[in-house]
């Protein structure tokens, strides 16, 4: 796959096509893959990388290089191309800029989880049947490949791409996922059991807006959590309410927007489940008003930018669910 | 050498917390692992080093400073400081019990900060050999022993017992204080131990990492590099390097209503936040270039041309697993470095 | 917990608002003493150092303090009204109080290499408030100072602070020579008009002077050109600077050129000092 | 807000009420003569589409026990849709503060029109009602925040 990304993205570059390419870059070890620009064939070669761990949605960047001079390549897994296309939707992006090639997705994996199983030391990852060999100072240990697989592979939506001007491989198609699970069991928690789960998790935060900053739906000139005006500054106090105020209302702003990319949990260094809350608005949207899909197309209203007039009531939460 | 059995180390932190506040490292469910005040029943954790680092115990992410209250013109001040209570903080890693001596070069110069101070003079620091480093470790490029590692009391643990050894007035008197329970031993064995985790670090992907290209005097060299631009190009702003860094020490101070008074308080900041140096009329460091540029040369070139050649980097690791783009500050002494 | 910590301030009352300019004024701030009776300073200062002054709930900001130390009755700060405290300042009346911690910085060096030099001053705008603290320092001192010049400019006359000040006391003082520049023609302004930077160059000053110079970034590089032109060295000239800061003592981390901290290692700069630092401010 | 010496919970209500009429059905409802308790507060906005979520949320943190939201019936808004609008956002918001365990009884959205005084009185003494029965807040207050 790599080789065929990195021959295509020549081709594109020497026709002139395009100017520049972005993908993914390797890193000191084989699992820290930044996201880089590549302008030329020698640069493809020497550190282009596209494995199990190129996890990193790169379409946010879209936003800034999409603006620059000349077309860019951007190489987009299935769920990035939602991304994109959400961005084209709201004008965030000039598309026209830009040059996709589809290339088949996951399942990627996570290295924090391999780390969790007490594995470190790690200096090389291989996939052999489904059951990694992972090398390491302290000798070669194995884990099975699925229990490695990152959080937001492993409830993955659709393996279609719904922009692409090439493909790589083949198109695949929109998943029966399992993505609600986890919040249809917070639902049928109780309200105690619910609070007590989301302030262990909550507590964890640390207020580095890494959830913020890298969600692709998240690109406000000037955040409401950057304003000193706003009274919501990012830099509060770490207390209970301002850690549940700062989750409630990043997640409500990209409600009906968010496409389920899951690169908020990808990112949080405390681990916090934040993908939850833009499920759970994801979950109501589509039961409340209809199935809706962030990001599918480039022309439909989002949710909370469009009514009817035979709107369920707000009371339909005191009515429904555990208490 | 005084020592303790493993298998009698819950005693022993029973004892500890019967007199004075102990924190252990203690595994969370994801598998990472986190500092906690130790209640009896608690097991401490086998994991390297926790999420976080250990520089809340002495410069928390938010603290109090002073509180007003207004009325029509006039300001009451209330200083609201107390002497901090006697903790114990079990467990620190190498890197981390060097943190606190580079933080100590911040807080603790004229003028002294004594939020800080307090804090420091209640903590006793017992620091934890490492046996099993990972592959993000780079401690010994900073001149780090992980076998050796400092602080008021250094331990080793060779598979069987735990051994105690005091390095300061403090330390000495907190080993006196839990004598009763230790025993004396011999200590032969972790000579086996430590040439086996030094073994280890000579195979570690990063053993062979150098500062020797960086320092204070490099200031303008770097300063203007090109490299700059393509290694911030991907970087996303967040705090994340900063906050879990056992050595970033920049904070905000910032106001809270709370309708019945103001509260003055200090919080963590980031030099990645594109409001760390905005002002009335601008911002000097206009783009992400600026920011991530200014993380880096503080930490290998501002800090030591401050602190007679010290880094302001201890090697813990911790930005290399966090960083959601993986760009570090190995990548980038990589990069910049003067071949 | 006795220990004095500097990010406790102290309270002080605004007794006196001046208004200078349309949107500078010149507050005075004196201390609460410990019977309750409002007089005398918060605390002593040198030329050229900062305090830290604060609503609390608006913020906190440094200011240059303009008054000289030889003042032993109040401190001064003129201030531009350009964010948020500032506002809020400008809108406050007299009898006000308001937290103040300092002094922060370093000082013009009037006691040890300014001292039996001449000085030019070189000021745009409200860059005047720093240097006149010295000003007033050396006209106090005068026989430790050789000749005074200075050289003003702003806006327009309107905007010119401390303009009474100035006609009355500086310019009739002997040994101080005073030029004045405005940047347009105006109605009732005979003086000179142009920039400050080719002011200079226009006026010649010789070259055995000691320069102080404060204004606006892009006055204070054409200046430093210019002077450069006339033949002045870097090592001649001092500047004071100002970038955001929070703590004021060179810990919060955030007024760093290079590895020197504007509010502990500065403000005040020499110019060979600034060019080793790299130009990020 | 301890109202009387008694030690019954006496709830803090905060009711953004839309200019255009819930804010005159309160009017309507004193100059009736009508009783809704001193414990709810009004907050005037020109529309119950003004209501930013962070608006209720503050008002948890600054030491409200329950958040009411009146507006115009749908279909009567003074702009047209805004208070459909307030309905989608509303839902959305309330049934998040219920996924994070947040006692969904202390949030309420209500349409009563400027000749509603009753409905405005009855509502209120009703919301305070359901609101005492949950006790002060605790799951969303701010402890900063609170009264020395």
């Given at each position: 796959m790599q080789e065929a990304m990195i021959n295509k993205a020549k081709q594109l570059l020497a026709d002139g096509t395009v100017n520049r390419v972005i993908g993914w870059k390797k890193g000191?070890?084989?699992?820290?893959i930044t996201p880089a620009i590549f302008e030329t064939a020698e640069e493809l070669d020497a550190d282009f990388v596209y494995n199990?761990?190129?996890?990193?949605?790169?379409?946010?960047y879209l936003v800034k290089e999409?603006?620059?001079?000349g077309k860019i390549l951007a190489f987009l897994k299935p769920c990035d191309t939602y991304s994109l296309n959400q961005l084209t939707k709201e004008h965030?992006?000039?598309?026209?800029n830009i040059y996709v090639v589809g290339i088949p997705g996951g399942p990627k994996l996570d290295a924090e989880k391999i780390k969790a199983?007490?594995?470190?030391?790690?200096t090389g990852i291989k996939n052999e049947n489904y059951t990694l060999k992972i090398e390491t100072v302290y000798g070669e240990q194995t884990m099975p490949f699925y229990e490695a697989i990152s959080d937001k592979c492993a409830?993955?939506?659709?393996?279609?791409?719904?922009?692409?001007?090439?493909?790589?491989g083949e198109d695949g198609d929109v998943l029966e996922s399992n993505r609600f699970d986890m919040v249809e069991k917070l639902e049928n928690m109780t309200a105690q059991e619910r609070y007590d789960f989301w302030r262990a998790e909550l507590?964890?935060?640390?207020?580095?807006n890494a959830c913020r900053n890298v969600?692709?739906?998240?690109?406000?000139?000037?955040c409401v959590f950057d304003?000193?005006?706003?009274?919501?500054?990012?830099?509060?106090?770490?207390n209970s309410f301002e850690e549940n105020m700062f989750h409630i209302i990043r997640a409500f702003h990209v409600?009906?927007?968010?496409?389920?990319?899951g690169e908020c949990s990808r990112v949080c260094p405390q681990n916090i489940p934040l993908h939850l809350l833009n499920r759970k608005f994801i979950k109501d949207i589509n039961s409340l008003y209809g199935e809706y899909q962030a990001?599918?197309?480039?022309?439909t209203k989002a949710p909370l930018n469009a009514y009817t007039t035979d709107d369920c009531e707000a009371s339909i939460v005191h009515e429904r669910g555990v208490e | 050498m005084l020592r303790i059995a493993i298998d009698k180390i819950d005693s022993l932190f029973d004892a500890i917390a019967e007199k004075q506040t102990l924190y252990i490292p203690v595994d969370r469910e994801d598998g990472a692992a986190e500092y906690k005040k130790y209640e009896s029943g608690m097991k401490m954790s086998n994991?390297?080093?926790?999420?976080?680092?250990?520089k809340d115990f002495f410069f928390p992410q938010t603290e109090n400073l002073v509180e007003f209250k207004m009325e029509g013109k006039q300001i009451e001040v209330k200083d609201i400081r107390e002497e901090s209570e006697d903790f114990v903080i079990f467990g620190v890693r190498a890197c981390d019990a060097r943190s606190f001596s580079i933080l100590d070069k911040v807080?603790?110069?004229?003028?002294?900060d004594s939020f800080y101070k307090n804090r420091r003079d209640h903590g006793v620091v017992v620091s934890m050999a490492c046996t099993r480093p990972a592959?993000?470790?780079?401690?010994s490029a900073f001149g780090i022993d992980p076998t050796a590692p400092e602080g008021d009391v250094s331990c080793w643990n060779d598979g069987s017992y735990i051994y105690f050894e005091a390095n300061t007035e403090k330390g000495k008197a907190f080993v006196d204080s839990i004598s009763s329970l230790l025993e004396d031993g011999d200590a032969s064995s972790l000579e086996n131990v430590k040439a086996e985790t030094k073994r280890i670090l000579s195979l570690l992907?990063?053993?062979?990492?150098?500062?020797?290209?960086?320092?204070?005097?490099k200031l303008n060299e770097y300063f203007n590099s090109e490299k700059w631009a393509e290694l911030s190009?991907?970087?996303?702003?967040?705090g994340t390097c900063t906050f879990v860094c056992p050595t970033c020490q920049c904070y905000d101070i910032k106001d809270f209503n709370t309708g019945n008074g103001i509260k003055r308080f200090r919080c963590w900041d980031s030099c990645?936040?594109?409001?760390?140096?905005?002002?009335a009329h601008g911002?000097?460091?206009?783009?992400q270039l600026e920011r991530f540029r200014q993380r880096f040369m503080h930490k290998l070139v501002y800090f030591p041309a401050n602190n007679n050649?010290?880094?302001?980097?201890?090697?813990?690791?911790r930005c290399l697993s966090k960083c959601p783009i993986s760009m570090n500050i190995v990548k980038v002494m990589k990069a910049l470095e003067v071949k | 917990m006795n220990a004095n910590d500097t990010l406790i301030p102290h309270i002080g009352v605004v007794t006196d608002i001046r208004i200078d300019t349309p949107d500078v004024k010149t507050f005075r701030v004196n201390a609460i003493n410990a019977d309750g009776t409002v007089g005398g300073k918060v605390f002593e200062h040198m030329p050229g150092q900062c305090a830290m002054l604060s609503i609390p709930g608006v913020g906190e900001a440094m200011f240059s303090?303009?008054?000289?130390?030889?003042?032993?009755?109040f401190m001064e700060f003129s201030i531009k009204k350009c964010g948020c405290l500032t506002n809020w300042l400008h809108a406050m009346d007299v009898g006000q109080q308001i937290t103040i911690r300092g002094p922060y910085g370093n000082a013009f060096p009037v006691e040890t290499e300014l001292k039996g030099k001449d000085l030019l001053f070189i000021a745009g705008g409200i860059g005047l408030a720093p240097l006149r603290s010295v000003i007033n320092y050396v006209r106090d001192n005068r026989?430790?100072?050789g000749d005074v010049q200075i050289v003003y400019g702003s806006r327009s006359m309107d905007d010119l602070v401390d303009y009474k000040e100035i006609i009355d006391e500086w310019m009739t003082d002997d040994g101080i020579e005073v030029n004045l520049t405005i940047d347009r023609e105006q109605e009732g302004w005979d003086g000179h008009v142009g920039f400050v930077p080719n002011y200079v160059k226009e006026l010649n000053?010789?070259?055995?002077k000691t320069v102080l110079i404060c204004g606006p970034p892009i006055m204070i590089k054409f200046t430093l050109n210019g002077l450069k032109e006339l033949?002045?060295?870097?090592?001649?000239v001092y500047t004071t600077m100002e970038l955001r800061m929070k703590c004021?003592?060179?810990?919060?981390?955030?007024?760093?050129i290079g590895n020197k901290y504007v509010c502990k290692d500065g403000p005040v700069f020499r110019f060979d000092e600034l060019g080793e630092l790299p130009d990020e401010y | 807000m301890q109202v009387n010496d008694n030690k019954e919970f006496q709830p803090l209500i905060v009711a953004f009420c839309c200019n255009w009429c819930s804010y005159a059905g309160a009017d309507l409802s004193g100059t009736n003569r009508l009783n809704y308790p001193t414990n709810v507060k009004i907050i005037r906005v020109p529309?119950?589409?003004?209501?930013?979520p962070m608006f209720i949320l503050r008002a948890f943190q600054r030491g409200a026990d329950g958040v009411i939201l009146c507006g115009c019936h749908?279909?009567?808004?003074h702009y047209t849709s805004g208070n459909y609008f307030t309905r989608r956002r509303m839902t959305l918001l309330f049934s998040m503060l219920d996924f994070l365990g947040?006692?969904?009884?202390r949030t309420r959205v209500e349409w009563v029109s400027a000749a509603e005084g009753a409905k405005f009185a009855a509502t209120m003494n009703e919301f305070t009602e359901a609101v005492k029965k949950l006790g002060p807040n605790r799951r969303l207050e701010d402890l900063r925040c609170k009264k020395q």
């Open positions: 000191e070890f084989v699992y820290d199990e761990f190129t996890a990193a949605n790169v379409s946010k999409s603006k620059k001079e965030r992006v000039n598309r026209d199983k007490g594995i470190t030391g790690i409830s993955c939506k659709s393996k279609k791409h719904v922009t692409y001007d090439e493909l790589i507590s964890k935060c640390i207020r580095c969600c692709p739906a998240c690109t406000c000139e000037k304003n000193p005006e706003s009274g919501v500054e990012n830099k509060a106090a770490s409600a009906g927007r968010c496409t389920d990319c990001g599918e197309d480039t022309t | 994991s390297l080093n926790t999420l976080r680092s250990a807080y603790l110069v004229d003028p002294v592959e993000t470790c780079f401690c992907p990063l053993s062979n990492l150098s500062t020797d290209s960086f320092g204070g005097d190009e991907s970087c996303i702003g967040c990645m936040y594109s409001d760390f140096t905005k002002m911002n000097p460091r206009i783009s050649g010290e880094f302001g980097c201890v090697g813990c690791g | 303090i303009t008054s000289s130390p030889t003042n032993k009755e026989a430790n100072y000053p010789s070259l055995n033949g002045f060295t870097e090592t001649q004021g003592v060179g810990k919060c981390g955030r007024c760093n | 529309c119950s589409c003004r209501v930013n749908p279909g009567d808004c947040i006692e969904r009884d």
